[in-house]
């Protein structure tokens, strides 16, 4: 039997703000434990929640960059169960008027590109951290985190591969942290995804009983656990066994998922709309506000560097995989006016150095100005490609402006007629065999030649000049 | 010093007559000597009381006393107090000393009026007559053997004593009027949103709201102008100007539509109270006032609704309770589940317990909407009702309870009995309407009866005029119980 996969993804996206969704305490990562929480966060008698408008805001801008319906009117909701690291016993979330509707967002997988359509994003509080180790049979409680904002994002179950589950995961991630509401640091748990994963035969119209795989905070793991928890969901089937609905977790070093809770297992939350908070109102102006302080998006991007650098569609998406490094490209190439070459550059020479080095492009040792530079200087003859690779070397290791560079290390392509010719009539003269051979009629004599005059310059003739002199001189 | 009303005390103090630390000594050795038999205090702390009226001593030296800078005021043990033992009435919180202070006690310490400790109460706030508390029951300083009622009934108890001159209250469900009519004294519940909820243990939140409780409808007044206020840290706080609750105090009553539910007067009611509640009628009459009857047809449901609506947010918000952080945690557990279980079986009393559980049931998955989205529903009708009403009356009266105080034990086996006490209260906090009971007469036992009013959103005002104005041909409000020595 063939088989065809459903995904839909969760993702919980750590909002960017500097407070916690209901209280003034700091949201930054990494502080010793419980220094971020306050009377509210860590649930005292009497303590009330009030909205922080900047959440609200990331919401309104997430909203607006997939072409999503907000709701005027959104409702927080209490989700009640029990666990040591909820203070208050319930989250704030929203369930029933969620802020965000619809939208949606293009993949590229390979060649094709698809649209994934969003079935809601909510705003919602993180809960604390339980720490298991170094408690000697305890349970340490750190509250840093509870109350940090969260945009939940829930796709339509519409991807059908790994493959697409990722390129969907990695355009999400692409997206928020281009429109600034998260960080995206996956390792910090700024961008985590949960992926409902069912099997159907092809062709049947009704979806399989979906398993969802919880808390996959890395794009590799994502696919493993997908993949994995695919062939024993087939598996399973094949062998005339049922899938039960239920919560799973990937265990990285097994590369296996395995059973967390099942259905029967799963909790009443009893959710109600929360009394302490009013109805969320969003009025055009706030809305009109925020859409103002929305960046270019990156759809847009990827049409204008088309048309504006004159590259191809796919080195205009790889281009705008983020922000960072769009807006690298665009300033090398407005500083040497060469939107092709740079973008060869920026995903050649440059992209393989960050990648071996694992650097981000905001780390990059060589500026965007200094790149433009370099490909100015290929362009009005001074270097060859093969020198620019020099003296990119160069930048890499901070040796300075690249003219500098060129002057210092003597990397110039040679310009002087007098002195070229000087070489080509030597090489000819040494080498009267090639010269006879390629009077002879074979073609490949000539480019020994060429090989042996930019020996002789030691790389520094402009090959183009050096094919003309010599077809002049062999006539 | 026992007939004082705030705004004496107040010229005494401004007069240099009394320091602010004589006074709550007085007050001091009061409750030393009655709370004993009475139980209405579960804190006194003598030494914070004194050092807060010395620092109310210095202000007045200063020449920067408000209008009540000095005069002692005494705490529910439902507001969050820095420093102070608060308990909520529970073996909950029986360990837990607030870090902090609620809204309404900064306003009160703002306007520089010394603690004279923390009121005895129903556990969180759940129970009409005080006997659900784990610091024992308060006694009706009427007569020993009745109940206060509740929940705030440590604060009614002090006041009608004469062991504080005024005291905070909340009320959820008529817990500051119950208990204010039970023990004869005077307490306002204000419009929904008018005082801020920060720092007040909640109950259930679209409910609850503080409230002043004191001998008269002026010092009601006074008091209400210093503890009403938005408050950013209550998102349910209004944003409105600021108010002078005295202002129309002395105004006539010429004109003014009282109206009579006639569901309030209907079966039900005690004799006694529907007479004394009649004998105020006239007496508004002959101040000018006009009554019309009108209809508060769904206010029948009331109490089916608040019994829905209430439970539903107290299980949530008591959820908080669980041994983790602060408060009660059960010595002995196998297992996170199991030190849950037992630390709030054994935390929470068998009210507190009841009406978690029907909480959780009526929020549950398949009855939500049978009975919570249901009760919403009718909830709305109630305002409605008090909507059209007040198109043809400018405040509405009736008894405040149905009967008149209770013998301690007598309904505390019978919760749907005990419910029934706040039958006439309740629709008020449904509609996020403003009430206040204040003194009528006294049944034939000499215990006191209270009359309610109720009146439109915002008009605490109006309702303190007509409670003033009645106050100043009437003296049930200057009664104190005798033999309290």
């Not at chain 1, 109350?147 to 697409?164: F, N």
């Not at chain 2, 030494?47 to 200063?62: N, Q, S, Y």
């Not at chain 2, 929940?151 to 817990?175: H, I, K, L």
Request: charged share 20%; net charge negative; glycine share 8%.
């Amino acid at each position: 039997m063939k088989w065809e996969t459903v995904i839909g993804l969760e993702v919980h996206t750590q909002l960017a703000t500097k407070s916690k969704i209901f209280s003034g305490s700091s949201t930054a990562f990494g502080a010793a434990p419980n220094t971020q929480a306050s009377a509210v966060d860590i649930a005292l008698p009497g303590v009330l929640p009030v909205l922080n408008r900047g959440a609200v805001e990331c919401a309104i801008k997430f909203a607006l960059a997939i072409g999503a319906n907000l709701n005027r009117v959104n409702v927080f909701d209490r989700k009640n169960y029990f666990y040591p690291d909820l203070p208050k016993g319930y989250q704030i979330s929203q369930l029933a008027k969620p802020i965000v509707e619809g939208g949606a967002l293009k993949i590229q997988v390979g060649d094709s590109e698809r649209t994934i359509n969003l079935t809601r994003a909510h705003m919602e509080e993180d809960a604390g951290k339980s720490l298991h180790e170094d408690f000697h049979g305890m349970t340490g409680i750190d509250l840093n985190r509870a109350g940090t904002p969260l945009l939940e994002i829930v796709s339509e179950p519409e991807m059908r591969s790994s493959a697409e589950a990722v390129a969907y995961a990695r355009a999400l991630h692409t997206l928020v942290t281009w429109i600034g509401i998260c960080d995206g640091n996956m390792q910090e748990g700024s961008f985590r995804v949960d992926a409902n994963v069912s099997v159907r035969p092809v062709g049947q119209a009704e979806f399989g009983t979906r398993r969802e795989i919880k808390n996959l905070n890395s794009f590799r793991f994502l696919q493993q656990a997908i993949d994995y928890e695919v062939r024993w969901q087939i598996e399973t089937l094949e062998d005339g066994g049922r899938i039960e609905q239920a919560t799973v977790l990937f265990d990285p070093d097994t590369g296996e998922t395995r059973m967390m809770r099942s259905k029967e297992d799963a909790h009443d939350y009893r959710y109600f709309p929360d009394p302490d908070l009013l109805p969320v109102r969003l009025d055009e102006d706030w809305i009109e506000a925020v859409r103002a302080t929305l960046p270019e998006l990156p759809a847009a991007m990827q049409a204008r560097f088309q048309r504006d650098y004159g590259v191809s569609a796919y080195d205009a998406a790889v281009l705008t995989g983020s922000r960072a490094l769009a807006d690298y490209f665009e300033a090398a190439a407005k500083a040497c006016g060469q939107g092709k070459l740079a973008a060869n550059w920026v995903m050649g020479e440059l992209s393989a150095a960050l990648n071996k080095a694992e650097l981000d492009i905001a780390q990059s040792p060589v500026s965007a100005a200094r790149l433009g530079t370099l490909i100015a200087r290929i362009q009005d003859g001074t270097l060859s490609g093969k020198l620019a690779r020099q003296v990119f070397e160069g930048l890499w290791e901070g040796a300075g402006e690249v003219d500098a560079i060129i002057e210092a290390r003597g990397l110039k392509q040679m310009s002087d007629s007098g002195e070229l010719e000087k070489i080509v009539d030597e090489v000819l003269a040494a080498n009267p065999k090639s010269v006879e051979e390629f009077r002879s009629g074979k073609e490949k004599a000539f480019n020994a030649l060429v090989g042996q005059v930019m020996k002789a310059s030691r790389g520094k003739a402009n090959p183009a000049q050096v094919n003309e002199l010599l077809k002049a001189k062999l006539q | 010093m026992s007939e004082t009303s705030l705004s004496t005390l107040a010229a005494q103090l401004a007069g240099k007559q009394i320091s602010s630390r004589e006074l709550a000594q007085q007050y001091l050795d009061r409750i030393a000597a009655l709370n004993p038999a009475i139980n209405a205090f579960i804190t006194v702390d003598a030494e914070k009381t004194l050092l807060e009226a010395a620092a109310a001593d210095a202000l007045i030296a200063a020449g920067q006393a408000g209008p009540l800078t000095g005069v002692p005021i005494a705490h529910k043990d439902i507001f969050c107090t820095d420093g102070w033992l608060t308990t909520c009435g529970s073996k909950m919180l029986s360990n837990f000393v607030a870090p902090y202070d609620a809204h309404v006690i900064q306003r009160f310490k703002a306007a520089g009026m010394p603690s004279l400790g923390k009121t005895n109460m129903d556990e969180f706030a759940m129970g009409s007559s005080n006997e659900t508390s784990y610091f024992g029951t308060v006694k009706n300083p009427w007569n020993p053997a009745y109940v206060p009622g509740g929940s705030s009934g440590g604060a009614a108890a002090c006041v009608a004593a004469r062991m504080a001159p005024a005291a905070t209250g909340t009320d959820t469900g008529g817990s500051i009027r119950q208990p204010a009519a039970l023990c004869g004294i005077t307490g306002l519940k204000p419009t929904y949103g008018l005082v801020s909820r920060y720092g007040m243990i909640a109950f259930a939140s679209s409910l609850d709201q503080a409230g002043p409780m004191a001998p008269s409808a002026e010092d009601c007044a006074l008091l209400l102008n210093a503890m009403t206020g938005f408050d950013p840290k209550d998102s349910t706080s209004l944003d409105r100007e600021k108010e002078d609750y005295t202002r129309d105090l002395d105004k006539p009553l010429a004109g003014l539509r009282v109206g009579l539910p006639k569901e309030f007067f209907a079966e039900g009611l005690n004799s006694e109270v529907a007479a004394a509640v009649e004998a105020a009628v006239n007496e508004l009459k002959k101040l000018g006032a006009t009554p019309v009857e009108i209809s508060l047809a769904n206010s029948q449901l009331a109490i089916p609704v608040y019994y829905v609506l209430a439970p539903a947010e107290a299980s949530s918000n008591l959820s908080r309770f669980d041994g983790v952080r602060y408060g009660y945690r059960a010595p002995e557990y196998a297992s996170l589940d199991d030190m849950y279980c037992k630390t709030r079986a054994q935390g929470f009393g068998a009210e507190v317990k009841r009406r978690i559980l029907i909480g959780a049931y009526v929020l549950s998955h398949g009855y939500y909407d049978a009975y919570y989205l249901q009760a919403q529903k009718i909830r709305r009708l109630i305002a409605d009702d008090f909507g059209a009403a007040f198109k043809a009356c400018d405040v509405i009266l009736g008894p405040t309870a149905p009967g008149t105080a209770f013998k301690l034990g007598e309904k505390s086996d019978d919760p749907v009995e005990m419910y029934l006490n706040d039958l006439y209260t309740i629709p008020a906090n449904l509609a996020g309407l403003p009430g206040m009971s204040l003194p009528c007469g006294f049944d034939a036992q000499g215990l006191p009866i209270g009359l309610q009013l109720v009146g439109n959103y915002f008009s605490e005002a109006k309702m303190l005029n007509v409670a003033h104005q009645y106050q100043r041909v009437t003296d049930w409000h200057t009664r104190a119980p005798e033999g309290l020595k």
